[in-house]
């Protein structure tokens, strides 16, 4: 297993930790986890509570006798308000509404009598996993982290699942190595006072979506105001994405609001059609304060770009590698500018909009309502009536929709109105996956659906929480990425408060066929100026995506020539190496290599890293 390399040091935004009981023998397993440049905050015994790397901007504690509070990542809480909390905590389970209470996203650790509670996001940006490392019970904020201390082996089968697209519910959660558990981000970790006993209490689940528009639209503002606010309430420069869609600019004219000086970015898309850019100096003509910097089309790396030099330390596979070029391509000439962050709209087409799924419900509650709806879409997306009908009759729970699945893997891919109005796109495996991998893939899904339970009984609150889910686990890859290239990132969407706010509101008025991200035009109305909120579409960027398929076809090709999923016998080298030849061919569509390439990536990474920390041999 390897060690830590030198990206697993931090600067602001980067923060990770692990933490353990008050215990002697958690004290001597604590020792092997500091590294060189590493911290260590201690129970009130002295005894190791929390180690690992993060920056004083990025924690609070308190501490009132044995008992310990601790938040880390963005959260406006002051030590006091902390201090004041600890001082009154008579019981794990009164975190619970504090939890829920605060704005930002982060990480609440807390210590009372012994026993140690650690949560994340609910969004699942901010993970929590647990191993037992001899004879203790370590949580931490990153699986590697926990796998480099145990010398854990990966999880070959693991790997084979995430050749799927996509990898569904509840087998994205799982770890890339044996031994180690992933809490879920509705749930909290409790370790007992004795360091081997865990259990998982929820401590979150999502609001009844029971406010109108008009009600839950003032909401939605007050809490992504709050998140922005808490990211430039410290003043200094920050740097926004403004695309020109609404979620980034949304985002841009809360900063501009605040008292951080804003620097506005904008990447032109290369297709001819793409009006970005001019949506984006609409909304710059309003923000006179704002520094817009436009930047040139032709030197926006394109998908696919640089994947044999990436080397971030990842604890798995994602597919933002394919997108990691062009997320961090800006941020040096953003630090030039001073950006001490940087702050994205990603995430809005998530909570703002939401899943056609929940019409599965509504038309038999409010039959001739939904009808007219559905027309709508049928119309919008061109849904053949027949295939509609057949998604709308279906009423499979999930864990038979996911055990159908699994003997579905070689299918070709299912019609759109059938994802869009069902549990979610199942999932697909394709030529170049070999039979073994194919075996082991399809036995994970059989073994999940035996017990498989959604993440909400209303599949279009189900499949709204697993995007939010698929969403965070790349932007928190990214996140590491962008704090290691020198300006962390944040996407104030992704908060659980904003999250709370979107959910809250009735789905039939979130989506709708009549009105492009109604929830999002009636909070910022009034903020950002009508002639933005005019906009009722998003640039695609396939352009940008297929010249990427074509001018990085070497490197793709150079990819499989070695390739490390190849020699574990999960795919067939030769069928990738001859579609890396042919990267016009229909087969490549709807992005069905990323998860392939993701797991390649990861691989790689794993290698170079152990390379680069093996001792020197005489």
């Known amino acids: 297993m390897t060690e830590l390399h030198e990206s697993a040091g931090t600067g602001l935004g980067d923060a990770h930790f692990a933490v353990f009981t008050d215990r002697e023998d958690a004290a001597a397993v604590a020792r092997s986890f500091s590294r060189p ?35 880390i990542g963005c959260c406006p809480v002051d030590a006091t308000e902390l201090q004041r909390r600890a001082g009154r905590l008579r019981d794990l389970a009164e975190l619970d509404a504090l939890a829920r209470s605060l704005p930002g996203s982060f990480h609440l650790v807390a210590a009372l009598d012994g026993q140690i509670r650690v949560q994340g996001t609910a969004s699942g940006l901010r993970p929590v996993f647990h191993a037992a490392v001899g004879a203790a019970q370590v949580a931490a904020s990153r699986a590697d982290v926990l796998a480099t201390a145990l010398g854990a082996g990966l999880d070959e089968e693991q790997l084979a699942v995430r050749l799927l697209w996509p990898v569904p519910h509840p087998l994205a959660e799982t770890p890339m190595w044996r031994g180690i558990t992933a809490v879920s981000p509705h749930d909290a970790l409790i370790v007992a006072a004795d360091g081997r006993t865990v259990r998982h209490s929820r401590w979150w689940a999502p609001p009844e979506p029971v406010r109108t528009l008009a009600d839950g639209a003032p909401l939605v503002r007050e809490a992504l105001t709050a998140a922005v606010d808490a990211r430039t309430r410290q003043g200094g420069v920050v ?64 998908v696919y770009n640089d994947l044999l030099g990436i080397d971030d330390l990842l604890d798995e596979p994602t597919i933002g590698v394919m997108d990691r070029s062009r997320v961090l391509h800006h941020l040096p000439a953003m630090a030039e500018r001073g950006s001490r962050l940087h702050l994205t709209g990603i995430g809005g087409d ?9 019409y599965h419900r509504l038309l038999r509650i409010r039959p001739l309502f939904a009808l007219s709806q559905l027309r ?36 070709p891919l299912p019609a759109t109105v059938s994802t869009s109005l069902g549990w979610g796109m199942p999932p697909r495996l394709f030529g170049w996956v070999t039979p073994e991998a194919a075996r082991a893939a399809q036995r994970a899904l059989r073994e999940a659906a035996a017990n498989a339970v959604p993440l909400h009984p209303d599949r279009g609150l189900h499949a709204d929480l697993e995007q939010i889910r698929s969403c965070t686990r790349i932007v928190r890859q990214w996140d590491r990425m962008a704090a290691r290239a020198g300006v962390p990132m944040a996407s104030p969407f992704l908060d659980d408060r904003v999250i709370e706010s979107c959910l809250a509101v009735r789905p039939s008025e979130r989506v709708t066929p009549w009105q492009y991200k109604p929830l999002l035009t009636a909070a910022m109305s009034g903020l950002v100026p009508e002639a933005c909120l005019r ?38 080298g030769n069928a990738l190496r001859r579609l890396a030849q042919r990267p016009s061919t229909p087969e490549l569509r709807d992005a069905i290599l990323y998860s392939t390439i993701a797991a390649e990536v990861w691989l790689r990474g794993l290698s170079r890293n152990t390379e ?7």
Not at 240 to 256: N, Q
Not at 350 to 358: L, T
Not at 379 to 400: E, F, H, I, N, V
Not at 612 to 618: E, F, L, R
């Open 37 to 71: 440049g590493s911290r260590t905050l201690t129970h009130a015994s002295g005894r190791p509570w929390l180690v690992g790397h993060w920056h004083d901007d990025e924690i609070v504690t308190a501490h009132a006798g044995r008992t310990g509070l601790a938040v």
């Open 376 to 411: 709508g879409f049928r119309a919008l997306w061109q849904w053949p009536l027949g295939g509609t009908a057949r998604a709308l009759a279906d009423s499979r729970p999930y864990g038979k929709w996911l055990a159908d699945s699994s003997g579905r893997l070689r299918d």
């Open 612 to 618: 680069s920390t093996a001792p020197a041999t005489s």
């Open 350 to 358: 998530h909570v703002a909009w939401c899943s056609e799924a929940y």
């Open 239 to 302: 740097s926004c994405d403004l695309s020109g869609g609404l979620d980034s600019t949304s985002i841009c004219f809360l900063a501009e609001r605040s008292p951080a000086r804003v620097v506005a970015s904008t990447w032109p898309g290369r297709d001819p059609a793409d009006t970005d850019l001019y949506w984006a100096e609409q909304a710059a003509r309003s923000m006179p304060d704002v520094d817009h910097v436009v930047w040139d089309a032709d030197a926006s790396p394109l």
């Open 535 to 572: 906009r009722t579409n998003k640039a695609a960027a396939s352009m940008d995506a297929a010249n990427g398929l074509r001018e990085h076809r070497a490197e793709l090709l150079k990819l499989w020539e070695d390739s490390r999923l190849e020699q574990l016998g999960l795919v067939d």
